[in-house]
């Protein structure tokens, strides 16, 4: 490989400023609202979460309840706005798992290759042809249902994918020209990984991390919705929409409500996964 | 033909894995389990017998040969959780037994809808490249790949069910009683799962059908005068097709998984209603054989893909 093909194959980011990429500022809009309305929940929300009342049962849309309310006559609003900080603090600590993992597995066998690498792929191609969420309950049966359970078994279950991405990266930078110049100064071979290669294949993660972080939304709130994730009272979007089933009739904003906001929040992610690509060396055609 | 052989036995020594996988995980890892089954009314004796009823005193290995010999003459064990009488446990076969075929219907449904759309939103979304509506579509499928499944199903069951009034929901028709009526009832959950898989098809197929536009032949194929109709059914969507076999191989996974979660928003009485269930009260020999059957099914619908692949595209037929 010549300098100049080395060159042009280590991807970089080449940050915000670029303007003719509409996916990156829609996603970051779409994104950066959510996390903020979710990071408000955390403290302070409009109305109580946990307050019934009567007299404002299945109240639809208006100025005082801009969501309406449900069938205790709790906000949905303020609910929509706890069920989003869960669902999106789930998905961050399985993707943080899932990643961190990721990376030092993937740097590892895609680095060394050899034995451990064969089994490791042979591994992660069994789990990556199944569907994540039947992966993801036969781990939750075993383990009981919770919480904590939920965030350990989607964090497992989406570690290969992140391997796979990983050690590919790895790979390709592997005998890039700049890494043999390292391993002849004598650079040792973590810092190699971790400080020569690692920063170059950011572009790539990112991406993978939004993708990651759409599946684990989905698989949450699929999972709560099915009633084996976040039980109440904490508030979580698939949860609420399972409520709202039953009222739908009565009362169809209760169940659009949660549901649009995951709509927004996947197709933030998946807008802002896609933006970054584009601003990424890389050339996309769309693809 | 050789390829076939070697297929053949990567698909049985897969599915060797998978089946002692599950055996490790659902007859292993939880351990002695009498306790919970008998519950109140355990009993130092009733506990020892039971566990030698279900062969808790084996080795392992006795236990997996007793098990899988079992599961492949139809013998799928025994529910916890479910009883045919006072003192008789529920086979596992017959919970399952009358569920399986909503959940083929509604796979196979499913697929069915989403070749027949995405094929020619695919097509048209090609040729419409550069114009008003390459964006919209671009914008309708990013949108329809965010919404998750079951939200879908709770849309179309408000807008088909409630709105306009095509089907009753909840109002489950048996395939027993009436097959076309049971169909039309699965049209919907089927669709609920079908349309974030069209989109992602229809995305690919346009993709694919660009990649092909800008190759060699089709120049050649323009240069003598062919028409674009001719260039695009005859020469550039048969090439375009062959890597979305592929991809609709692969989401099959997804399809089945969609499939559970939906069953639930609709109240189908499949297999992924049960396996919910299932898990919620830790009936773990029901959820290890649909886990097993499930897990199966995809490994044999990859095998078929392979193989259907290898018969379709005549270049990689002849090694």
Redesign the interface.
């Known amino acids: 490989m010549t300098q100049d093909e080395s060159r042009t194959k280590v991807y970089r980011l080449k940050g915000l400023k670029q303007r003719g990429n509409p996916y990156l500022w829609i996603g970051l809009f779409m994104t950066g609202t959510a996390v903020l309305m979710a990071l408000v929940g955390f403290f302070w929300t409009p109305c109580s979460t946990t307050a019934m009342s009567a007299a404002e049962r299945f109240c639809a849309p208006s100025p005082g309840h801009p969501f309406g309310t449900d069938n205790f006559g709790r906000d949905i609003l303020s609910r929509v706005m706890k069920g989003a900080g869960s669902t999106i603090f789930i998905s961050s600590l399985v993707v943080f798992f899932s990643g961190g993992l990721g990376i030092v597995i993937g740097a590892l066998t895609g680095y060394f290759g050899g034995l451990l690498d064969e089994i490791v792929m042979r591994f992660t191609d ?1 789990v990556n ?6 992966l993801a ?2 781990m ?3 383990l ?2 919770g919480k904590k359970n939920l965030i350990l078994s989607l964090g497992i279950v989406f570690t290969p994918s992140f391997v796979r991405i990983v050690r590919s990266e790895f790979i390709r930078l592997r005998d890039a020209d700049y890494i043999s110049r390292a391993r002849l100064m004598g650079v040792g071979r973590l810092r190699i990984l971790f400080v020569h290669i690692l920063p170059n294949i950011f572009s790539t993660f990112w991406v993978s991390v939004m993708i990651g972080f ?1 599946n684990g939304i ?1 698989a949450e ?2 999972m709560s ?4 994730g976040v039980r109440p009272p904490d508030a979580s979007l ?1 949860e609420m ?1 399972s409520d ?2 039953g009222y ?2 009565r009362a ?1 904003w209760y ?1 659009l409500a949660p ?1 649009l906001t ?2 927004w929040i ?2 933030g992610f ?2 802002l996964g896609e933006g970054i690509r584009q601003s990424s060396g890389e050339a996309s ?3 | 033909m050789q390829y076939f052989g070697k297929k053949t036995v990567t698909l049985i020594m897969t599915l060797f894995l998978v089946s002692v996988a599950a055996f490790l995980a659902f007859q292993i890892i939880p351990g002695d389990v009498v306790g919970s089954i008998l519950g109140t009314e355990a009993t130092p004796e009733r506990e020892a017998k039971l566990r030698e009823e279900l062969g808790f005193n084996d080795p392992p290995v006795v236990r997996y040969m007793n098990w899988i010999t079992g599961v492949l003459r139809g013998d799928l064990g025994k529910s916890w959780r479910y009883s045919k009488s006072m003192n008789e446990m529920m086979p596992v076969a017959e919970l399952i037994g009358d569920k399986l075929p909503v959940t083929l219907w509604l796979a196979v449904l499913s697929v069915l809808l989403i070749v027949i759309v995405s094929v020619p939103l695919g097509v048209f979304w090609a040729k419409s490249r550069g114009r008003a509506a390459d964006a919209v579509f671009s914008v309708l499928t990013q949108t329809a790949m965010a919404v998750p499944s079951f939200f879908l199903g709770i849309l179309v069951t408000y807008l088909f069910g409630m709105v306009l009034r095509w089907f009753t929901p909840g109002g489950y028709v048996s395939y027993q009683d009436n097959f076309v009526g049971f169909l039309g009832y699965l049209i919907f959950p089927a669709l609920s799962v079908a349309v974030p898989k069209i989109a992602m098809t229809a995305r690919f197929l346009r993709n694919s059908l660009l990649t092909e536009m800008s190759s060699d032949y089709v120049r050649t194929a323009r240069s003598k005068g062919a028409t674009e109709q001719r260039v695009m059914y005859g020469h550039v969507l048969r090439n375009a097709l062959m890597p979305v076999v592929t991809f609709l191989g692969m989401i099959i996974a997804e399809i089945v998984a969609g499939s559970i979660v939906v069953e639930q928003v609709f109240g189908l009485p499949g297999v992924g209603r049960l396996l919910i269930s299932s898990i919620s009260t830790r009936d773990l020999p029901v959820v290890e054989i649909l886990v097993l059957y499930i897990t199966a099914v995809v490994i044999v619908v990859y095998f078929l893909v392979d193989i259907v692949y290898r018969m379709i595209d005549p270049r990689i037929s002849h090694k």
């Open positions: 069994a042809g199944f569907p994540s969420i039947l309950l036969v939750i049966s075993i009981g249902s759409n989905l709130s699929g919705y099915l009633g084996i698939g929409l709202a089933q739908l009739l169809p169940a549901g995951i709509v996947v197709l998946s807008l055609d769309g693809r």
